[in-house]
Nanobody, 127 residues
Framework: QVQLVESGGGLVQAGGSLRLACAAS????????MGWFRQAPGKEREFVAA????????DYADSVKGRFTISRDNAKNALYLQMNSLKPEDTAVYYC????????????????????WGRGTQVTVSA
């Protein structure tokens, strides 16, 4: 199994930037497709970004395209989410997730497809 811990959240002004990190332990993330999801108060958990094991393919929710970038560093056993031009509607708890046993070049955008989750990190964007 793998354990995931998010970090990097905080309070920022609209237009600012944050970089979230997801540190993994127990097993190398090279064997997992990875993703980021978020959940705002009173809303369902939603897809944000996903990346394949090889990092050759990735995808983003329409609401964050052009502003967020997902990346991974398998040597450091870490996943990242660079968030630029933040908006108040980006306020949410952000979660990283891992899915094992996948093709090297595919990614997943549905929460139910992931088997491992971190506890989340809060991102708050003020107007």
């Amino acid at each position: 199994q793998v354990q995931l811990v998010e970090s990097g959240g905080g309070l920022v002004q609209a237009g600012g930037s944050l970089r979230l990190a997801c540190a993994a332990s127990g097993r190398t993330i090279s064997v997992y497709a990875m993703g980021w999801f978020r959940q705002a108060p009173g809303k369902e958990r939603e897809f944000v970004a996903a990346i394949s094991r090889s990092a050759t393919t990735s995808d983003y929710a329409d609401s964050v395209k052009g502003r967020f970038t997902i990346s991974r560093d398998n040597a450091k056993n870490a996943l990242y989410l660079q968030m630029n031009s933040l908006k108040p509607e980006d306020t949410a708890v952000y979660y990283c997730a891992a899915k094992a046993g996948v093709n090297n070049n595919v990614y997943y955008i549905r929460a139910y497809e992931y088997g491992y989750w971190g506890r989340g990190t809060q991102v708050t964007v003020s107007a």
